[in-house]
Nanobody, 121 residues
Framework: VQLQAFGGGLVQAGGSLRLSCAAS????????MGWYHQAPGKGRELVAT???????NYADSVKGRFTISRDDARNTVSLQMNSLKPEDTAVYYC????????????????WGQGTLVTVSS
């Protein structure tokens, strides 16, 4: 599975960005897609997930501000990020896993290349 992420950029605090990620290749009907981020000097952290069954989960730090969605007809996952904060600054990585998995249960099988989100104060 190959993943291509789009939509990063520079935004002021309080602004919005939308990230998208397109999957191609060995797509299966049962899957989990989502996003991690990695802030400067920190490890990679799970941000949001959505299963093919429609179950969504979010990190506490983004609940109420970020919304994850997927379009299985187009094999895409998106992350709408609102009310952005400087601490959201990170490289965001989309992922794809060929099963419906719970929050953080397994390391994702496939990763996108990462897209940088910078939130200025």
């Amino acid at each position: 599975v190959q993943l291509q992420a789009f939509g990063g950029g520079l935004v002021q605090a309080g602004g919005s960005l939308r990230l998208s990620c397109a999957a191609s290749g060995s797509i299966v009907s049962d899957s989990t897609m989502g996003w991690y981020h990695q802030a400067p000097g920190k490890g990679r952290e799970l941000v949001a997930t959505v299963t093919s069954g429609g179950t969504t989960n979010y990190a506490d730090s983004v609940k109420g501000r970020f919304t994850i969605s997927r379009d299985d007809a187009r094999n895409t996952v998106s992350l709408q990020m609102n009310s952005l904060k400087p601490e959201d600054t990170a490289v965001y990585y989309c992922y794809y896993h060929r099963a419906q998995i719970g929050w953080g249960r397994l390391a994702p099988e496939y990763w996108g290349q990462g897209t940088l989100v910078t939130v200025s104060s």
